[in-house]
């Protein structure tokens, strides 16, 4: 964990959610959470390309079991109904 961050701050990455405990509504979690965040999904996949992280990668993998899942976020002018109106059309 000490050498995360240097990989990071290139890509402009940074912590949203590192581990703590988590209050499960509905169904199960297995464990704790990590969302970092980037600019964007290419930078995102550019860090995790790197050979800063490359480097340190099985210091994760070989200790922790946990799935990676890059995804692109929504911005301040994300309307939900849109998304329902898309959404709809593509199963009509």
Known sequence: ???IQAT???FLG??????????????????????IEFPDLP???AWYASP???????LRTDHIAGDV?????????YDPTERAAKLRAWNA
């Open 43 to 45: 930078t995102a996949r």
């Open 52 to 58: 800063a992280y490359q480097e340190i990668l099985r």
């Open 8 to 10: 990071l701050d290139p």
């Open 69 to 77: 899942v890059l995804a692109e976020g929504v911005g301040p002018e």
């Open 14 to 35: 940074r912590f949203l959610i590192h581990g703590p405990p988590t209050d499960v509504f509905k169904g199960t979690w297995p464990g704790s959470m990590v969302l």
């Open 1 to 3: 964990m000490e050498r």
